[in-house]
T-cell receptor
């Protein structure tokens, strides 16, 4: 079964506007972490933001925020004030605290910021 | 620079060649990973090392041979590869605890001709 689902293969956003990238997850482990990574065309995976399953507040890092809805098992990434440099592939990932403990990735969303 | 260094950045090799990819981290992490990323495919976990011991091998063909001499270094030895092995190979490291994410290197873009 798919543990991380990203249903948007591609997204477009106008420069300076906000965009939401969707991510849903599946786990029975009560303790887990959710991560978002950015992968530009150069290939490196850049860590953006982290949300722990017990965290009471939604995570924020600069222009990135995570809309965490635990009951719905969703962890959407919101990028505010999009910039041209935000054009990249974005991956949602989960790491469970239990025996698996591997970082599991979704299939990614290709974001293109339009001038 | 993320703290995880991969060399080389690009590699072109023939199917009969033997080459090695190198990964190095000095972040104090005790777990290291090899991932394969092919075009238009999700990241595929290949190998996991924890405190230098291999803890996972995700049905990777034997033409890929990992080596972890210590917690800071990880190699991927390649021999008699196929063109379909052309991909971006990413190394990552982490603390071996669930709440920590991975730090990735910049990857080696491998082309098999």
């Amino acid at each position: 079964a798919q543990k991380i689902t990203q249903t948007q293969p591609g997204m477009f956003v106008q420069e300076k506007e906000a965009v939401t990238l969707d991510c849903t997850y599946d786990t029975s482990d009560p303790s887990y972490g959710l991560f978002w990574y950015k992968q530009p065309s150069s290939g490196e995976m850049i860590f953006l933001i982290y949300q722990g399953s017990y965290d009471q507040q939604n995570a924020t890092e600069g222009r990135y925020s995570l809309n965490f809805q635990k009951a719905r098992k969703s962890a959407n990434l919101v990028i505010s004030a999009s910039q041209l440099g935000d054009s990249a592939m974005y991956f949602c990932a989960m790491r469970e605290a239990g025996s698996a403990r591997q970082l599991t990735f979704g299939s990614g969303t290709q974001l293109t910021v339009l001038p | 620079e993320t703290g995880v260094t991969q060399t080389p950045r690009h590699l072109v090799m023939g199917m009969t060649n033997k080459k090695s990819l190198k990964c190095e981290q000095h972040l104090g992490h005790n777990a290291m990973y090899w991932y394969k990323q092919s075009a238009k495919k999700p990241l595929e976990l290949m190998f996991v090392y924890n405190f230098k011991e291999q803890t996972e091998n995700n049905s990777v063909p034997s033409r890929f041979s990992p080596e972890c001499p210590n917690s800071s270094h990880l190699f991927l030895h390649l021999h008699t590869l196929q063109p379909e092995d052309s991909a971006l190979y990413l190394c990552a490291s982490s603390h071996d605890q669930g709440r920590y994410g991975y730090t990735f290197g910049s990857g080696t873009r491998l082309t098999v001709v």
